[in-house]
């Protein structure tokens, strides 16, 4: 076989997406551009099956109705060769969108390597890490797509949701000399002649900034050295952050429902395409979400035989039998002080208990918030009791001295977020590019 030619865009331009094309068309000339999805012969018909960001069409070409430079354009292809149709629509009751096109010129742009990695209709399955290694193929599934448009949906309306309670969106250094909070590692990066860190969280600066914003919100990647290998963990992923100066625990939680509550409205009502793609359903939870706090959660555990020590974090295999008890949206508070962070505020009339909650759904955390310590004294008891050096949070005791006002916050995982929106069960599959300690390509 002769090489394909390869086209020039030149002056073509797009008239239409797929998604535009209709019975109501019939008989107008349009251009459409696109990627080959599927071929299938028929007697003397090539059916092409074009893909675009909107989804799919039909061009249909009849070997000996057409031009020969049409036909032989048409019999060079592949899947996934990009390509340009300018074609006349034809009402088909038969085709996917009650229209196809019959091209009266094609160009081919682009071809692609036979056989491709993947299937690209995901007829054929593969295992998720054949298709992670071809990434960009894989997406080419409007299914795959469909989580990105809903991520989209979700992001605009947060910021939107933020933005009209007050918050200002504020972009914290990712490059930081010392550990935001001890606990999970910390992946270290050659700065100059120094070492410095990947930032594991926006705490501190966020703590910060509320002393002259009061209200700010940051949507960003933070980075964590995870060992455990899990469906919900990845070494760097998108967090969602708020901070607000004159707010205790249960206000930001109102706050954080809201949010949650606003976000599942918005993606049903503007991603009915992708959640059909998805064969998802998002019930919109009702606010308030049930509060349980953590001495109840031990009682209900112990009623299933599930022993928990008091003040200690509660391990998956019993997250797992609570998520059954309490198959939604809720929150955890009252946790102990010793099994939180040390910014995390003591209760005024119990210290043993925090004002630090966690919201969960089903048996996955979503989100980690509280009220944060403001007395610089107890700030330092605090990091000494865990072991930290107060010598290393020089800086961020430094603000404490410049009238640091009661605040309260919380970070919510994007990804955790994204697969409660589409019902996806691995953490990897709601990350275009995803990082664990196994993947650090594509
Ligand atoms: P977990 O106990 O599930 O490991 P965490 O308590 O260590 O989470 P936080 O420090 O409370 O996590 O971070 C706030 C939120 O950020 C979490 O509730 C979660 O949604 C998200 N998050 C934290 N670590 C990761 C990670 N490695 N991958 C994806 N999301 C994460
Ligand atoms: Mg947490």
Not at 127 to 153: G, P, S
Not at 170 to 198: D, H, K, N, Q
Not at 411 to 420: I, S
Request: glycine residues 6%.
């Amino acid at each position: 076989m002769s090489p394909v030619k390869i086209d020039k865009m030149g002056d073509w331009r797009r008239t239409h997406y797929s998604a535009d094309i209709g019975p109501e068309l019939d008989g107008q000339e349009v251009l459409v551009f696109g990627w080959v999805q599927e071929i299938r012969d028929l007697g003397g018909l090539r059916f092409l099956i074009l893909q675009d960001k909107t989804g799919q069409l039909q061009i249909t070409i009849h070997r000996h109705k057409v031009a020969s430079e049409v036909v032989e354009k048409a019999e060079s292809l592949q899947k996934q060769y990009s390509i340009g149709v300018k074609g006349t629509v034809k009402k088909m009751g038969k085709a996917p969108r009650g229209a196809e096109i019959v091209p009266n010129e094609m160009r081919i742009f682009s071809v692609s390597q036979q056989p491709l990695p993947l299937d690209i209709t995901g007829r054929t399955k593969a295992e998720i890490d054949v298709r992670l290694d071809a990434r960009v193929l894989d997406l080419r599934r409007e299914e795959n797509q469909a989580i990105f448009k809903v991520q989209h949906a979700a992001l605009e309306a947060a910021r939107a949701f933020l933005s009209k309670r007050g918050y200002i969106e504020v972009f914290t250094p990712r490059i930081i000399v010392s550990a935001t909070e001890g606990g999970s590692a910390l992946f270290p990066v050659a700065y100059f002649t120094r070492e410095a860190f990947l930032a594991q969280s926006p705490q501190l600066y966020k703590e910060q900034l509320i002393l002259d914003f009061e209200q700010v919100f940051e949507i960003g990647p933070f980075f964590r050295a995870e060992e455990s290998h899990t469906r919900r963990h990845l070494s760097e992923f998108i967090s969602v952050d708020i901070e607000q100066a004159f707010a205790n625990a249960e206000d930001v939680m109102k706050v954080l429902e809201e949010l949650i509550h606003n976000v599942c409205k918005a993606v049903a009502a503007n991603c009915e395409r992708e959640l059909e793609l998805l064969g998802h359903e998002i019930v919109v939870p009702e606010v308030p979400f049930k509060r349980l706090t953590y001495s109840k959660v031990l009682e209900e555990l112990e009623a299933e035989k599930v022993h928990v020590p008091w003040g200690e974090d509660i391990p998956t295999a019993a997250y797992r039998v609570l998520g059954k008890l309490h198959p939604y949206y809720y929150f955890i508070t009252d946790w102990p002080t010793k099994a939180k962070a040390f910014y995390i505020k003591p209760k005024d009339d119990n210290p043993e208990l925090s004002e630090g909650f966690d919201l969960m759904w089903h048996w996955i955390e979503l989100s980690s918030g509280g009220a944060r310590i403001h007395s610089k004294e107890l700030l330092m008891k605090r990091l000494s009791e865990q072991g930290l050096s107060t010598e290393s949070f020089k800086t961020h005791l430094q603000a404490f001295d410049y009238g640091m006002p009661p605040h309260a916050g919380w970070g919510l995982g994007l990804a955790r977020l994204l697969m409660v929106l589409t019902g996806v069960k691995n953490i990897r599959e709601v990350v275009l590019f995803p990082r664990d300690q196994f993947r650090l390509t594509p």
